[in-house]
């Protein structure tokens, strides 16, 4: 595999300057937007057949994300791109200072199968945006997604900006070898490692976009209504994205013990109402994406007291990569289960004696990207906003904080580092270049030598 002469000529066609202007930035972004219309039915189909999506679940998480992000990029790109002025001390007089965004220049965009469409484009959106020229590597384990995007994409965006490379770890590893402005990766923190180890040799700038394990917190809440609210959330967040195959899924529950069994038959009976008596045959439940992960899943309930925490479902059908929604209550705390991002439908409900409690716990395990909290208590919000560190905190809701493009979205720790979302991606992909305008009078002499006694007064 020889990239080199593609990624020169990305390089040439990027030193041209084409890239920068709001025009070509704009019909970029334009043109993105016709593919998502055009392609609607096209990119149903390979959801479907990578991993079962339903296409209301599909418009939400991929369509409606990469529509919603591309009107916000055309909406304020021209506010984002204009420089800024910088107020410079007194001490510096006379000068002006400013800040500008000029694009990093070639970037490396690697995404997850998971959200195949959306986590491909909405980063590229923000790299185009800052007019950058793009390299996109989709996932192979949704080759549908991944071979759609390679067929449409040169048609509607700028061949000579914008490239998809196919392929595995291979060609991953081969794309690694080349030198990049940034690399945006969105997978596993055992991929990042790579991504970083390969990116320090060239000291190229990364973005890690990670996963890990999300708690909810439930606290008591004041009403039946509100915690029947709370628990459909929950469900929601849980088994609502790509069956739990989410970075921001609600990996486990953390809850006093004297209302767990309140909570569990309410999720029950949420799970009932959303996908029926028999999840199998609804059309609503996404697929396992492959063998492998399949067997992952399957693996994490290997360990006997594992499977008798089991409290509701834990049927699978590997013919169908299908497995049940599947709650389990105190499973042992250094089980897999409990030790390793889960990524699929399984629910661990964790019981403590006082929900004061659940700080430690998650302050005992690896940073989440997302820490999510039902309760109505103002102290307790402070508390778990000062007490904890995650990438953010979600109050009373699950999933939707991924939507809000005003509010930066990304990890911390083992959940990665950088964020993107609407402006936040346009600087990810930017540098901001400081200026400091001059002039040419007013000398202040003692800043030169020689040195002498009285330079030292200054
Ligand atoms: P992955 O790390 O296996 O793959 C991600 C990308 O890395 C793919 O494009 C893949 O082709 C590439 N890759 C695979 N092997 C490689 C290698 N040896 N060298 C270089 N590149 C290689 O991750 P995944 O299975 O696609 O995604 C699951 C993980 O991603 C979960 O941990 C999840 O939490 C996380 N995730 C995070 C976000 C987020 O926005 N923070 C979103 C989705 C998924």
Known sequence: MDFLREIQELRQFFRSGRTRSVAWRKKQVKALLQLIHDNEQAIFEALRQDLGKHPVEAYRDEIGVVEKSANNSLNHVEKWMAPRKSHVPFLFFPAKGEVISEPLGVVLIFSSWNFPISLALDPLIGAISAGNAVVLKPSEQAPACSSLLAKTIPHYLDPDAIKVIEGGADVSEQLLLQRWDKIFFTGSSRVASIVMTAAAKTLTPVTLELGGKCPAILD?????????????????????????????????????????????????????????????????????????????????????????????????????????????????????????????????????????ESIEFINSRPKPLTLYAFTKDETFKRKIVSETSSGSVSFND?????????????????????????????????HEKAILHRKLFLEIEPRYPPWNQLKMQF
């Open 220 to 356: 008591s809440l004041s009403s039946p209504s509100e915690l029947k609210t709370a628990v459909k959330r929950i469900v929601g967040g849980k088994w609502g994205p790509c069956s739990g195959q989410a970075c921001i899924a609600v990996d486990y529950v953390l809850v006093e013990e004297k209302f767990a069994p309140v909570l569990i038959e309410l999720l029950k009976k949420f799970i009932r109402r959303f996908y029926g008596d028999n999840p199998k045959e609804s059309k609503v439940t996404a697929r396992i994406v492959n063998k492998q992960h399949f067997q992952r899943l399957c693996n994490l309930l290997k360990d006997p007291l594992v499977v008798n925490s089991i409290v509701h479902g834990g049927s699978v059908d590997e013919e169908e990569l299908f497995i049940e929604p599947t709650i389990l209550l105190d499973p042992p705390l250094d089980a897999q289960i409990m030790t390793e991002e889960i990524f699929g439908p399984f629910l661990p409900v964790i019981t403590v004696n006082q929900i004061q």
């Open 398 to 430: 699950t999933l939707v904080h991924f939507l809000c493009e005003t509010l930066p979205f990304g990890g911390v720790g083992q959940s990665g580092f950088g964020r993107y979302h609407g402006k936040y991606s346009f600087d990810t992909f930017s």
